[in-house]
Structure formats: C-alpha cells, structure tokens
C-alpha cells in the first residue's frame, strides 16, 4: 500500500516540478533532472561504465541513480512530477520527520 508524504508546503515551493520526462537515462533536458540538484537522472547507456559493470548489481551508486524517486502532484492534466536521485530524497525526507 502506498503512503502519502506529507511535507511542508515551503518544501515543495523550492522543488522542480515538471509534466514528466522522456525516460531516458542522463538526460539533460529541465523535466527529466533531479528536482532538488538539477542534475541529470541516470547514466546514459551508452557510458563505458556500464561495459564492466555486473548485470546482476543493483547496490551501486550507478545503479542507484539510474532509478529515479518520483512524487507526483494534482491530477488529470493538471498533474505535474518532482523526480529525484535516491540521495537528494533522503536529503527531503531527513528534513521532514514524521
């Protein structure tokens, strides 16, 4: 079951709300960075570190940022999403607790 968030309403003013990304990893473009960092999401596949990289992993600090967190806003059309790299959401939810 999935559990709202609740943070505080200046927090949310200071993040990067966009109306989605293209999906693909390292892209540069404003809706598809991280909404507390702006930078890019992901690793491009086409980066030679994922050549040696083990298929199997999933711990890794490449892997981990090609996985992005997602908190979504409004709805229909109005919905608009904050994504984020796993460290800056930590980052959120340090300085919001429950």
């Known amino acids: 079951?999935?559990?709202?968030?609740?943070l505080n309403i200046d927090d949310?003013?200071?993040?990067?709300?966009?109306?989605?990304?293209c999906g693909n990893s390292?892209?540069?473009?404003e809706g598809c960075c991280c909404a507390v960092c702006a930078l890019p999401i992901?690793?491009?596949e086409d980066d030679p570190r994922w050549e040696s990289h083990d298929p199997d992993c999933y711990g890794?600090?490449?892997c981990r940022d090609s996985v992005p967190f997602i908190l979504f806003r409004g709805e229909?059309?109005?919905m608009k999403q904050a994504a984020f790299h796993?460290?800056?959401f930590n980052k959120i939810l340090q300085e919001n607790p429950k």
């Open 76 to 78: 229909g059309k109005n």
């Open 42 to 44: 992901g690793v491009s």
């Open 86 to 88: 796993e460290a800056c």
């Open 1 to 6: 079951m999935v559990k709202p968030l609740n």
């Open 12 to 21: 949310t003013k200071i993040l990067r709300w966009s109306d989605g990304s």
């Open 26 to 29: 390292g892209c540069t473009d």
């Open 60 to 62: 890794c600090d490449l």
